[in-house]
């Protein structure tokens, strides 16, 4: 057990270190940005000579779409954590998609699967099913023209779709006056309930940046999640969801991370007023 | 809100340490375990009596009380009470026990045994889960039909009630034993 959480801390920090290296990214991002308009002399004089007047033309706006997935669940969690395939396994992915609805907002939405077998002191047993998480995304990061950065803020809601198996457990017993406690493996308690569905909301928080022109972002985030259902099976408790992660006795709330690759595409372009952020209607034009 | 780039990443690592190293919960040690069987015991004069047992009617405490079962090596000593817990064994559906009265015991075992009954215990079991931390605990449902057989035909207990077929805690009685 402690062995585990050792791994997984030194895990983390390794993962951490990816996430300074993509905040060099996105701190090259804006110095580019930044460049651009400094290197513009005109603009610069004329910013300081004339007075200042608000820019009141219609701005292009490219809207993309973002496939992608979690590298975190698929790679991390599912290739680099020791396993044996009876006691301790586990597979994962999410699949993640988010489009621009309207500038610095976004619309996001994430697919996953998870099949979790874990052992404890106490009880051995397998989660597996699907999540759905819908929500949307704040932009606070000004992009320049055509870039598609993300600092973001959103709210998901989010369920799930899973069952839960007990493998096997060791009755509680303190002073067993029987030898040791008994291993139940076969029987009683043991075994699959079905259909069981929880319910949560998160709040979302992080980026997203693209390497180097070239339409791939790498984004990490972390969740923090709030149970607003979660009808527990029979005889056992959700000890485990998938999307939610693990769920502490008497607790309503999760975390969560993912390191996301994806991929973007242009969809469509409008025009927008910046003073307003209304949108130009193409026939007045 | 550029500023927000700069907790960011200290609160995304926040996050992955609070992930992976959350403390596993952990199981109190006043989470009631795999329940016994309570046994109180009253005088013989009672069973007859149309008087119901209340609170209020003495016990009657045994001497030298030793309670072992056949397959176990060790039993369990009381010099003198009024009430036991019998530990029913959670593999099989029988359990028998030697109910010893005015016992001679060094340490565990017996060393001279006086009045002897031997009682048969048979019930089901049901496991009830508890919490994450704990795990799951036993549950006893005495059977319906000679839930207790004595064994022999001499006997120091006269009679058995049965309160309750059902044992999930160690705070109800079970049974009484008349002596």
Redesign the interface.
Known sequence: MTRKLLLLCIISLFISSFAFAQVDVLNKVISKSNTITTNNQAKKESRDTLPKVKDTLPKEHTFKIRFGGDLFKSVVLSEFIPKDSVNINYRGSEWVMDIAVYPKWYFAIEFGDEDKTQVSEQHHFRTKGTYTKIGVDWNSHQNAKGMDNMVYIGFRYGFSQHSQEVLSYQLFNRNSYWGVPLEVKDGLATGIRENLSTKWVEGVFGFKAELYNSNIYVGMGAQLKFLIDNPQPDNFANLYVPGFNKILDEIAFGVGINYTLSYSIPIYKTKFYPSNNKRVDPEQE | ??F??YI??P???Y????????P??I?GYD?P??PHVIITFYDSLYIHKDSVITDTTPKKRVSNFFLK?LS?KNG?FYSGTDSILV?L???DKTSKFLFVKNAQVQGDSIIKGGDIDTLTFSYT??????????????TFILNEENPIIFNDSVKWIYQIDKLTDTITNDTQTTLIMYH
Request: aromatic share 10%.
């Open positions: 809100m550029s927000l780039k960011f990443l609160v995304i690592c996050f992955i340490i609070l992930e992976a190293c959350q596993d919960d199981c989470i375990d795999t079962a176990v369990i530990p064994n959670p593999e079991r049901k496991d009830a889960y508890i919490s994450r931390a704990c795990g799951y605990k036993a």
